[in-house]
């Protein structure tokens, strides 16, 4: 009889353990069912929604160019100032300026440069070369008021009607908002070695060697060079540096090209040299898109003196 029990008990033991095992395996099965079930049911179940799928491409595929944007510093001073290109005529008030030197006077450039200028002042110092600023920042009244004094001192000491004084004038300077010192962003620098603007002597400086190797490190870029005159329809001035930020000076001093060619070769200009993107203080103001009382701002022409030829204020332009 014991012997039975005991047999019993062992087929007992051993059912129970087979009870057991039951339990585990099916413990482990739904284990296995729950880990199919997040993760590969998950990605089939992705595949069926390719509409969502490719749509959330598409967002991440734009943020590249903002990507590409990141790396261009002070966009907002790329813009052209020349003669298709004037300012807008109320620009003076839409800039803050900030005093970047002082001599005999005060000199000021748009405060956004202002910090660039201020390094690269202190490099050259350091350098042993001592960069002289001999104009910054005009405002176009400013101009006005010396093209009117250039014209008046040809009518009176030079024997010349009003037009020929004009004429004469012009041959010399720019319209109000031409020149890009009403913008704040170029200067005319030379140095105690030299000092005339009457020839192109200063390029034979230690100041223009160093500035010829180091200006674009800092924004600026010599903006009529040499050989260039018929594109800027400005002579060659090796002291005249116009800030465009580091980004894009390198660009233009890797290229050769003056800023009028490198607009050219960018796309950016209509083929009367007009430009159509890049636009500066042109550009609509994106972040007040409900502004509508401000068309001229937009639009370079409707900003352009309207009155004849003759009549109109100019500026001196160096
Ligand atoms: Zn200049």
């Known amino acids: 009889?014991?012997?039975?029990?005991?047999?019993?008990?062992?087929?007992?033991?051993?059912?129970?353990r087979g009870i057991k095992y039951l339990l585990i395996i099916s413990a482990l099965l739904l284990a296995l069912?729950?880990?199919?079930?997040?993760?590969?049911?998950?990605?089939?179940?992705?595949?069926?929604?390719?509409?969502?799928?490719?749509?959330?491409?598409?967002?991440?595929?734009?943020?590249?160019?903002?990507?590409?944007?990141?790396?261009?510093?002070?966009?907002?001073?790329?813009?052209?100032?020349?003669?298709?290109?004037?300012?807008?005529?109320d620009y003076d008030s839409r800039i803050e300026t900030t005093m970047i030197f002082e001599s005999w006077r005060e000199y000021f450039l748009d405060s956004r440069a202002a910090k660039y200028f201020d390094d690269m002042l202190k490099a050259a110092k350091e350098d042993g070369i001592d960069l002289l600023v001999v104009s910054a920042y005009r405002t176009i009244e400013y101009q006005q008021q010396n093209f009117d004094n250039s014209v008046q001192d040809r009518i009176d000491n030079r024997g010349m009607t009003y037009d020929e004084a004009y004429a004469d004038t012009l041959a010399e300077v720019a319209l109000p908002g031409e020149s890009e010192h009403n913008a704040g962003l170029a200067l005319d620098i030379m140095s105690e070695e030299y000092t005339s603007m009457d020839d192109d002597g200063f390029e034979n400086t230690e100041a223009f060697k160093w500035l010829d190797k180091h200006a674009h490190e800092y924004g600026f870029i010599l903006r009529y060079p040499k050989g260039k005159q018929e594109i800027t329809g400005i002579i060659y001035e090796p002291w005249h540096y116009r800030f465009v930020g580091v980004y894009y000076a390198n660009e233009i001093k890797q290229s050769g090209l003056c800023l009028e060619?490198?607009?050219?070769?960018?796309?950016?200009?209509?083929?009367?040299?007009?430009?159509?993107?890049?636009?500066?203080?042109?550009e609509p103001e994106e972040k007040e898109p409900e502004v509508t009382t401000a068309p001229a701002n937009t639009e370079p022409k409707e900003t352009m003196p309207t009155t004849p030829y003759s009549e109109q204020k100019v500026t001196i332009i160096v």
Request: charged share 35%.
């Open 261 to 282: 060619e490198y607009y050219e070769e960018q796309g950016w200009t209509d083929a009367n040299g007009k430009a159509i993107e890049m636009l500066g203080p042109w």
């Open 33 to 89: 069912a729950f880990v199919l079930t997040n993760f590969v049911f998950k990605d089939s179940g992705e595949e069926e929604t390719v509409t969502e799928t490719t749509t959330e491409v598409i967002v991440l595929e734009e943020p590249e160019p903002e990507k590409e944007d990141e790396n261009i510093d002070n966009k907002w001073a790329m813009f052209l100032v020349n003669k298709n290109n004037p300012l807008p005529m």
């Open 1 to 16: 009889m014991r012997k039975i029990k005991r047999h019993n008990n062992r087929r007992r033991v051993i059912i129970l």
